[in-house]
Each structure stands twice: as C-alpha cells, then as structure tokens.
C-alpha cells in the first residue's frame, strides 16, 4: 500500500474561524495521507479538530492555509462545478443523522443521487436496487423512514451514498443515533464494503467504533496527536 498514491493528501491545513474578536484555530498543521483501501477512524473530542477536517475532506468546506488533495487532484485548483462533481462521484456521505427525505421510500431515497449524476450510471432503477440488496435491504425497498428502524435507516442512507459508486466513503458518527447491537452491525456493514475496495473514513469520538478501523488517527486541539500507521507521529502524554 505505501507504493500507491494515497487517495487523500493533507499538507499543512489550517482552518480558522472567526467569532466576533475570537480566533478559533480549528486545524493547526494537519499533514497526513490515507491510501486507497484503507479503512480509518478519525478520534477525538469534541473540539478536536476531527469535524472540521471531514468537512474539508469533504470538499464542503476550504482550508484557511495548506493544501489538499483528492484522487490527485488539488481542491483549490477546482471550480465551484469540479468540486460539485468530486461530492457526487468520488465520495459518499454518512451522516449521524440519516437526512432521509420522509416521505419517499428506501428506493426512492437511493435513487435520487442517480437523477443527478453527470456521468452515466447505466440502468437507474436496477442501481438503487442493487445499492440496497448490498445493504441488506433488498426486501424493505418500499418501506419509508418512519416503517424502518434507525439501524435500516442508516442502511438506506450508505446505500444512498454507495449509488453512485464512490471510491471515498466518509462517515460522521454513523452509529452516534444507533444503540449498540445495531452499531455493531453497521460498522461491521462498513468492514464488508471496505474489502469491497471502498477507501472507509469514520469520523467518531467512540473507541468501540474505532476499533473497527485498522487505522486510527487521534486528534486533539487541532493536530494529529497520534497515528496508529505511523507511531512516530504519537505525541500523547507520556507516550
């Protein structure tokens, strides 16, 4: 893995935000790579700094100095349109919240990225259905939000993020509204897309959710406090 282009390249991020008089350095010198494949966990407190990096991993957000770079690409070398189309072709989105649309059922709620996708997803209908059997699903495709529990509606929304192939998974506290026994079967579902060949990032303050990552990046008061990968990196007290 370590002869691959990484996937994900940071160099240097900062973000700062301004409130008022207040200068709150959210990322102060991120460096790090993730590769292809590879399946991480992004750990935390609140405040850490591990929100503010998914959002610039994300394309959602710009960094206030440094560079980025997904699938080779720098983000601040593309426009408003490159950057839509990086979200709707190279990532996928989970989030802690599911952002299901209420009253469309599973198939109608994986299918809508497809009506939006630029490049051509072959066969719309046949996808979305397709999305939803890798998830489990295959026989609640009709069932709205409200008919399915929160650990199915957090399968609807990864098929949903899975339609239009991604190569970059990114999940923001996927199992933070879920109890435990569904927790486990949802980063177990990300365990089994990642040897898919699906690049997995978790952003999580949980160690139980992290431990299914075979990476683990720590962060605290925006730096990279320790790399699992890269132990030379450990920074901890005492460490």
Not at 24 to 29: E, N, P, T, Y
Not at 140 to 147: C, E
Request: aromatic share 4%; glycine share 8%.
């Amino acid at each position: 893995m370590a002869a691959t282009r990484p996937i994900i390249s940071c160099r240097d991020l900062t973000r700062i935000y301004r409130m008022g008089d207040q200068e709150v350095r959210a990322l102060d010198g991120v460096t790090l790579d993730i590769h292809e494949g590879e399946f991480v966990a992004i750990m935390g407190p609140s405040g850490s700094g591990k929100s503010s990096l998914m959002n610039l991993i994300g394309a959602l957000d710009r960094p206030t100095s440094g560079e980025m770079w997904i699938n080779g690409r720098a983000l601040s070398e593309m426009n408003r349109d490159e950057l839509a189309d990086l979200r709707n072709e190279t990532l996928g989105f989970v989030f802690q919240q599911f952002n299901l649309l209420p009253r469309q059922d599973a198939f109608q709620n994986v299918r809508l990225p497809l009506r939006y996708a630029r490049k051509d997803v072959g066969d719309i209908d046949a996808r979305a259905r397709a999305c939803l059997e890798m998830v489990g699903l295959g026989s609640r495709m009709d069932h709205r939000p409200m008919q399915l529990s929160g650990g199915q509606q957090q399968r609807v929304a990864i098929a949903r993020a899975l339609a239009n192939r991604p190569r970059i998974l990114l999940a923001d506290e996927p199992t933070g509204a879920l109890d435990s026994k569904t927790t486990v079967e949802i980063m177990q579902l990300m365990q089994d897309l990642n040897r898919q060949g699906i690049t997995v990032v978790v952003i999580t303050h949980e160690a139980e959710v992290a431990s299914y990552a075979a990476r683990q990046i720590h962060f605290l008061d925006g730096k990279v406090e320790a790399d699992t990968a890269h132990p030379e990196l450990k920074r901890a007290r005492g460490g």
